[in-house]
Every structure is written in C-alpha cells, then in structure tokens.
C-alpha cells in the first residue's frame, strides 16, 4: 500500500457519459497529480493541485477538470467520455519538500464503450 | 524540446542475469533523475532519485548512473528475478516549475 488511495479501480461507461476519479493523498503531501496512461503510451501529466489551488495544467483537455479540497483529496472530473479516453488514470503525491519522490496510486483504469 | 527517450523499448533476459536499461533526456534546467518500476495495470513505484551532483545509487539489486554532462541515464538490474518482470520507466524533473517529463519506458520480461 502506497498511501495514495484512488477509487474506484475500474469503471466502465457509455461514450458522451461524465465520471469522476477520485484520489487520497498519502498523509502529510499537500501536492496531487494527476496523470493519464493510455495502452502503450507513457505517463501524460494532466494537472497539479497544492493545497487546494491549481499549481500546474498539462494536456488536459477542456472536457476534463480537476480541483483538490480542503481535506486534500482530489476528484478528477472527465465529461462527454469518447473512446479514446479509455486509459488508466494515475494520482500521485507528493510532500511540501519534495525529497522522497512522488507516491502513485494504483491507478483508476477507465473503459468507455 | 524536453524530451527523455529509453531503450530498449523491450527486452526479454534469463532469470538469473544482469540486464542495463538506457536513458536520455534533454530536459533543461535539470532537477533530478527517477526511475520507477511499473508493474502492469499498477501505479509506478520508486526506484531511485538522482540530483546533479550524483553519479551512482543503488537499491538493493538496482542500481542506477546519471552523467549529468551527457545527459544519460542507466538503471543496471544483477541478478534478475522473475518478479524484475515489468515496465521501468525514467523520469527528469525540471528545475522550471518543476515539471516531471516521462519516457516511455522499458518493458522487461524475465524468463525462467
């Protein structure tokens, strides 16, 4: 166990359908990334949140927002699904110095049909 | 452009023998260097991490090179187990913003 809690694991839905990912951070990391994975691509970085506020934006498209609360998770809201969005969704975290890396979750993997 | 490429995009080795993973990056400014283990459908885990001012760290039977000045990144894997089987991927962490730049990793499978 990671520390980074994602949920759900797996999710299946309809094209034009809206989801939302969420993630935990491990205890204490105040930052969260999120970051796509399709079938053999690499790591895509979608976004980052510190503390509640947008820090970093990626190839995020419009039909995709995120926001971090004030308990620090975050939810990871993807609208009008189209196939290619199928991949899995990874959350990352981070702590304020940075020093011990960054801690994935083990990923959402999102199937739109 | 920041870019980290590797190679070999796969390899499949022995159980039992040494196997050397390739990275290259033109990230710049350049923060650190992270390689991570990915095992399929699971988030990455760990490796190492690397600053400008390392050369070497190991991790148990991994151990991973950075030459800064080439840009080059090596993880060495002895005495490979069939559990080595996965995906390792390479990261460079910019010093702007401190964007994180992935390659696309190397999928290794290990034989028994």
């Known amino acids: 166990d990671s520390g980074v809690t994602q949920t759900p694991k797996h999710l299946i839905t309809a094209t034009g359908q809206r989801v939302t990912l969420r993630c935990s951070p491990r205890?204490?990391?105040?930052?969260v990334y999120w970051y796509q994975q399709s079938l053999d691509q690499g790591l895509q970085f979608l976004i980052q949140?510190?503390?509640?506020?947008?820090?970093a934006k990626g190839n995020i498209l419009e039909r995709f927002s995120a926001q971090q609360f004030p308990d620090l998770h975050s939810e990871l809201n993807l609208s009008s699904l189209e196939l290619g969005d199928s991949a899995l969704y990874f959350c990352?975290?981070?702590?304020?110095?940075?020093?011990?890396?960054?801690?994935f979750g083990s990923g959402t993997r999102l199937t739109v049909v | 452009k920041n870019q980290v490429e590797q190679s070999p995009q796969s390899l499949i080795i022995l159980e039992g023998k040494n196997c050397t993973l390739q990275c290259n990056y033109t990230v710049s400014p350049f923060s650190n260097l992270r390689w991570y283990k990915q095992d399929t459908g699971r988030g990455p885990v760990s490796l190492t991490i690397m600053t400008f001012s390392e050369n070497t760290k190991s991790n148990g039977r991994y151990t991973a090179t950075l030459d800064a000045d080439t840009k080059q990144s090596s993880l060495h894997i002895t005495a490979s187990q069939l559990s080595d089987s996965a995906s390792y991927i390479c990261v460079v962490k910019g010093s702007t913003l401190g964007r994180l730049y992935f390659g696309r990793g190397t999928q290794l499978t290990v034989w028994p």
């Open positions: 205890s204490g990391d105040l930052s």
């Open positions: 949140y510190y503390n509640g506020e947008e820090r």
């Open positions: 990352a975290s981070s702590n304020p110095l940075g020093r011990l890396g960054y801690t």
